[in-house]
């Protein structure tokens, strides 16, 4: 039993056209350094952290974690997807429920990689979770990612101030099983 239910983890690797969804291995360390130091991937998550303390503190193997995906393009780590359950004392709409999260090197920044790897992640939940809604927290400054909350198919239902910024929450309807 996973913090997704009961879900078996890890899945069979995820594979999209130009992309594949992972556990993590060893040889992520360095891309998972590389995305929780960036200043530029924190720039709307509170800030990065240091290096020196993610050298330290980093595992051999990071992000080995049920509902966490390496996002691997051509064998190189270059983001990650997260499907984790949002906690009870998150906001009431959302307490309970599975949050996507994701985070991407800025150098694949444009591509298109995030949707494709956000879309594939969620074709996989909703396979092996059939009719459970999702949801998604962002800034409302973050325009990329308000962008790929509604091409994701996220709807607006709450916005709130926290962290000094305006926040918004989506909320993805439940896809039942086509079975």
């Known amino acids: ?17 130009r992309l594949v969804l992972r556990e993590s291995e060893a040889r992520d360390r360095a891309a998972f350094i590389e995305l929780h130091a960036s200043p530029e991937v924190h720039t709307y998550l509170g800030g990065p952290r240091p290096r020196d303390e993610l050298e330290r503190e980093m595992p051999e193997v990071p992000g080995r974690r049920p509902g966490i995906f390496v996002v691997d393009l051509d064998g190189v780590m270059v983001g990650q997807v997260l499907l984790r359950r949002a906690p009870e004392h998150s906001r009431p709409v959302a307490a309970g429920k599975v949050d996507l999260g994701y985070l991407f090197l800025p150098c694949v920044w444009g591509f298109g990689y995030a949707a494709e790897a956000c879309a594939a992640a969620l074709d996989w939940f909703d396979g092996v979770l059939p009719g459970e809604p999702l949801v998604l927290h962002t800034q409302t400054a973050n325009v990329g990612s308000m962008g790929l909350a509604a091409k994701l198919g996220f709807t607006e239902v709450e916005r709130f101030h926290a962290w000094d910024a305006e926040q918004w929450l989506g909320m993805r309807p439940a896809v039942m099983s086509a079975d």
Do not use: N
Request: proline share 24%.
């Open 1 to 17: 039993m996973t913090e997704l239910g009961p879900v078996a983890w890890p899945p069979a690797p995820i594979r999209t056209e």
